[in-house]
């Protein structure tokens, strides 16, 4: 890459060029050094979307420390207790997280707004900068550390590795996408997750970093900043991909003209329904791919490339969109019985994912190490079923299975049922509590903008698509449904509303 290409943007301005980040980062890191922090030690980057993001995050490794990346939508007492377990020595933080409540982190050396008169001293260059060589560190020495969502009890620090990110990096280029320079990489999504470690294969080919002004996801300024810096890639949920296209829609908007705005939107993180991606594609054309993958495996499972989404000549092409596609280059896939027996094609088990991209386990927690990681196979708790091509088929997490009368149900296939009903703009089904058959289907409906929904019509939709001891007992139809701050429905939240 040239030293003089832009590589961070905030919207259409450049912040630093390729030769200026690397200089920001490493005298960042000889700022960390020369105040004490060892190779392997934490800094905490508790922030929203924010263009010194990249440089914390990449002069932390110049460094040879570790980074806790914080999600900016938790309360500063649930981010202190990841800070506190991570036993970080600083803290990179965005004011506006912490001024609704006035609670100051704690327990670290340093708390560093970035948008402060401190920050900007520590970013200052001196006339003649130290050089500062990057710290050698081993492929499996910490690098992220991760904290899952925690919804079941505290989050668990998962312990990503060098190697894994290094692995992640280039399965991008084998499985997702190529990049040239002067791509560009919209952070839209979260950088605290997914999105921000997509910044590795980007920066690997030279590419330019942007946050929008907004600092988060507005479909309208995405499709500008497009048109303005050239066709973007990001990292989106599949309720994000969908927001996208109902304002190319709303917009009519043509598939050139989302073209202008997007080369590559990569979704993962939660169900794309069949229907979804379909209209997604109709809408916008061929610009999408899918992963799978997850914190303890980060993007690295598998992916349903751009190609498999438009062959549509393929015979069983529409079994393929339900899918997620299959084992991305470094990885391999199998599906187990609760004994970790693999399983004949076609039969539901459990994920279990191998290779270079799988974490090096739980921040001490070794019980919780023991039970995810076993034989070297990481034990993902999803369940699905892989075909003969080696397509996998996700059915819920294994959670959210519904046993009904000594039957197993999977609530995204009636979900995908209920989706192809008229007027139908969401849908969750869960298990419902019932003394004779143990668990009920309750399905939750939300009607697209001024329709009224028979569920007479959803049930006999149902009847005539699936098997009738797995349609649902009980339609809740309710305007909206409860998610967590990347699109994911909080079905356990359904579910005790039904308690």
Not at 106 to 125: C, F, H, K, P
Not at 351 to 378: H, K
Not at 423 to 435: F, H, K, S
Request: proline content about 6%.
């Amino acid at each position: 890459m040239a030293a003089h290409n832009p590589a961070i943007l905030n919207g259409t301005q450049v912040v630093a060029t390729h030769g200026q980040w690397a200089q920001r980062c490493q005298h960042l890191a000889a700022k960390f050094q020369v105040a004490g922090l060892q190779p392997g030690d934490r800094v905490a980057l508790f922030m929203r979307n924010h263009v010194r993001y990249l440089e914390v995050l990449f002069g932390a490794w110049w460094a040879g420390l570790a980074v806790v990346p914080i999600n900016a939508k938790l309360h500063v007492r649930e981010a202190q207790w990841i800070i506190d377990n991570a036993q970080a020595r600083w803290a990179f933080v965005t004011s506006d997280i912490t001024s609704d409540t006035g609670e100051n982190l704690t327990g670290v050396e340093r708390v560093i707004d970035v948008d402060s008169a401190e920050a900007d001293a520590l970013w200052q260059l001196p006339a003649s900068p130290l050089a500062t060589p990057i710290t050698e560190r081993r492929a499996d020495d910490l690098a992220w550390l991760f904290y899952t969502s925690g919804t079941t009890g505290r989050p668990k620090g998962v312990m990503i590795t060098h190697r894994n990110l290094m692995t992640m990096g280039l399965a991008y280029f084998t499985d997702v996408d190529a990049v040239a320079p002067l791509d560009c990489i919209a952070y839209a999504a979260p950088m605290s997750h997914g999105a921000g470690i997509y910044a590795i294969p980007h920066l690997m080919a030279g590419a330019r970093h942007m946050v929008p002004p907004s600092g988060g996801f507005e479909p309208a300024e995405l499709f500008a900043l497009g048109q303005q810096l050239g066709p973007l890639s990001l990292f989106a949920a599949p309720t994000i991909v969908k927001r996208l296209v109902d304002h190319a829609e709303a917009d009519g908007l043509s598939v050139q003209a989302c073209g202008r705005s997007f080369k590559t939107v990569v979704y993962g993180g939660a169900p794309m329904y069949a229907a979804d991606i379909q209209r997604a594609l109709r809408v916008m054309g061929p610009r999408f791919v899918q992963i799978y993958g997850q914190g303890e495996s980060p993007m690295v499972g598998t992916a349903l490339s751009r190609q498999h989404l438009q062959d549509t000549a393929h015979p069983r092409h529409l079994a393929r969109l339900a899918t997620v596609g299959v084992a991305q280059t470094p990885v391999r896939i199998r599906v187990t019985d609760a004994q970790g027996q693999d399983l004949p094609l076609g039969d539901v088990g459990e994920v279990l994912i191998q290779g270079d991209s799988v974490m090096a386990g739980y921040w001490r927690n070794p019980e919780a190490t023991a039970s995810a990681i076993q034989n070297g196979w990481l034990f993902t708790g999803d369940m699905g079923c892989l075909d003969a091509d080696g397509f996998l088929t996700l059915k819920d997490r294994s959670k959210d299975l519904i046993i009904s009368g000594g039957s197993n149900i999977y609530p995204r296939e009636i979900e995908e049922v209920l989706l192809h009903a008229p007027g139908v703009a969401e849908v969750a089904v869960v298990g419902a509590p019932d003394a004779e058959w143990g668990e009920v289907v309750v399905a939750f409906v939300v009607p697209q903008a001024g329709h009224t929904l028979d569920t007479a019509a959803l049930d006999a939709l149902c009847l005539q698509e699936i098997a009738r001891f797995k349609r649902p007992k009980r339609y809740e139809v309710v305007s909206s449904l409860p998610k967590n701050n990347y699109g994911k429905v909080l079905k356990t939240e359904l579910r005790q509303r039904l308690v």
